[in-house]
Each structure stands twice: as C-alpha cells, then as structure tokens.
C-alpha cells in the first residue's frame, strides 16, 4: 500500500515563527502536492511538484515555498506564519500526470496564535 | 487556468436512497481527467472513482457512477443505495498535465 506520511497531525506556532510541514510517500511518485482545506473553500491547491528540484505555483502560493530535494520528500515552508494560515494541510503524491489515483497524508491541523 | 465548482454545500439522503452530487469544471484542455474524492470523518481521502475525458462511456464502480458530460463540463457522481457508510464530504477534482485541482465539497448525511 502507498503510504504518504505527514510529520505532524497538530501544530501550534506563534505569529511570526518559520514553520516547516514535512511529507513523505513511500512509492517512488513523481507528483507531489501540498493542499490547504478550508471550510467552504474544499482544497486549494498550494504547490505541486513533479520531479526532484522542480516545482510549480498553485492557486494560492503567497506566503508559501516548497522544497524537493528528494523524490520521496516535500516539504512546505511558512517563511513568516500569520493567523490566516491557520488552517488544514493536505500532502498528496500520484505515480505521474495521468489518471492516476492520487494518495493523501492524514493532514496537519495549523494553528497560528 | 482551471476551476471545479461544486454548488451544492450540503446534501441529505434516506439510507437506500439515492442521491446525486454537482460538478461543473473549466479547463482550456481537451485531454483531462476528472475524479471523485471522498473524506470520511476519519479525514482519510479516498478515491471514489475517475473518468477520462477522452471516454464517452460513463464511469461505474458498484454503487457510484458518474454522468460525464464533456460539452457543458459537467460531472455529477450518483449515489445508489446510499449506506450509513457513504456519511462523509465528496470532492470532485480534474486533473491537467500535473496539475490537480479539487473543488469546495459537499457534505452528504445519510440518515438511518
């Protein structure tokens, strides 16, 4: 079984702090995607990847970055956190482009006071 | 660009019954693909079931099916003999190139 694997469930951070969300999937996936699901707004598409070092902006992408140094790691950064990133982060992987399942983490449930 | 939307928030449904969810898309694509996506309370993504583009054949898989209708970029996924089980918010999602794009959600209750 695929297994993506978020490093956190729960985080509380202060406004202002550098915060990192790490993901990892087990399955050798090209296609790696941080979402943030939001009451009323479903998931909003953040960053994507689909190779090792390469990255594309999604819908919402100020106030994030994203690194992938690894295939099988990808990891979203919140240069300066504020309280409206508070909020439910979604990592997922897929094999490539096609119409491939794509396998989600648990989620990491952000507060930012 | 790329947009889903889903324009029903919330949906209830008698067990046995069946109940269909909206979907419309917008892509300047010809080759795409379209899913369905359910999360359970547990909070575990699920995928429900995924339709090419390129097929005009409507996707089935047991009880869900979708209705595809390219020309209005349309999706709607019917639930049939809906279960306590099936309580949990469906996602429609399209998909161009490495680009995955999921719409607002519906929550479906499934009412004993």
């Known amino acids: 079984d695929v297994k993506v694997t978020q490093s956190s469930r729960y985080l509380v951070k202060r406004t202002g702090e550098k915060v990192f969300l790490e993901c990892v999937q087990d399955?050798?996936?090209?296609?790696m995607f941080w979402y943030r699901q939001d009451p009323g707004l479903g998931l909003r598409l953040i960053y994507f990847?689909?190779?090792?070092?390469?990255?594309e902006k999604g819908d919402i992408p100020e106030g994030y970055s994203v690194s992938r140094e690894k295939k099988e790691r990808f990891s979203l950064i919140l240069e300066s956190a504020s309280t409206n990133q508070t909020s439910m982060y979604l990592c997922?992987?897929?094999?490539?482009?096609?119409?491939?399942?794509?396998?989600f983490g648990q989620g990491t449930r952000l507060t930012v006071v | 660009a790329q947009t889903v939307t889903q324009s029903q928030p919330e949906m209830s449904v008698q067990e046995a019954e069946t109940v269909t969810l909206s979907c419309t898309y917008d892509?300047?694509?010809?080759?795409?693909?379209l899913f369905w996506y359910k999360q359970p309370p547990s909070r575990q993504m699920i995928l429900v079931i995924r339709?090419?583009?390129?097929?005009?054949q409507n996707a089935t898989e047991n009880r869900f099916s979708v209705n595809f209708q390219k020309a209005a970029k349309s999706f709607s996924l019917k639930i049939s003999d809906s279960q306590l089980g099936d309580t949990a918010m469906y996602f429609c999602?399209?998909?161009?190139?490495?680009?995955?794009?999921f719409g607002a959600g519906t929550t479906v209750t499934v009412r004993a």
């Open positions: 997922a992987s897929s094999l490539d482009r096609g119409p491939t399942e794509a396998f």
């Open positions: 399955m050798d996936h090209e296609n």
């Open positions: 990847s689909y190779d090792v070092k390469m990255k």
């Open positions: 892509t300047s694509e010809n080759n795409y693909y």
């Open positions: 339709q090419e583009a390129y097929k005009q």
């Open positions: 999602a399209l998909r161009n190139d490495y680009k995955l794009s």
